[in-house]
């Protein structure tokens, strides 16, 4: 079924109402940009998962439940935000259109990459940038020689179905500052992790934050 954009937004600050903030007028309109985007380049650039409005959406509440979360838990603009595989922009792109923090895309695929630096430029947050290369451990592997990126140097990191969750949150306490926060995204009965300090949940999905040493 084909929302008119009136549905699309009263659905989307709706749903940031559940989890917890208000989303504002400009986060709504990059919001839409985004989810136009992704219904008319998602093949070209092999972007993978949902095309449709329905499925998207659903991948844009779970970025808005991080978004929470960080309302939550308490950030702050111009804190720098690191999003491991971002794919197509989950949560990164999310987090780009809803906070005024600094988020590092890191994606190592070509079309995917060029995809979110698209994106990035299309929503006006050109102080975001979109790195090639993998994380792995606490080193990075760049594929486009120059870019680095630097491990402990973030007050937040996510990584969405790149990593086993345990795994994401060890991994991620190497990249973020001495109390910064690693956002996990787990099935909604999942226990408390060791240091977590919020969680935002919705009916498949819990997102946790965790506090780095
Ligand atoms: C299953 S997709 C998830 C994409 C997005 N986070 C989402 O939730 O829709 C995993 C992404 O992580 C990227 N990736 C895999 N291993 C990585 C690594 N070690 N460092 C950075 N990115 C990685 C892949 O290229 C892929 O785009």
Redesign the pocket.
Known sequence: MQRSNVDVGHHLTAAATRFGFELEAPAVDRLRLLLGLWQRFGRAFNL??ASDEAGLLG?VLEGLQVVGLAHKVGYQSAQRWLD?????G?PGLVIAACLEVQVTL????ER?ASFLDLAVNQIGRRDCRVLR????GASWRPITAGETVVAGSFDWAS????FAPEVWVELGKRWVKPGGVVVAHVKAETGAFHGEVGRVDDERWSIRGVRGG
């Open positions: 993978s998962g991948h491991v595989g971002s794919g197509a989950f890191v994606e190592p695929r995917r290369g993998h994380i792995e990584a969405r179905a790149v």
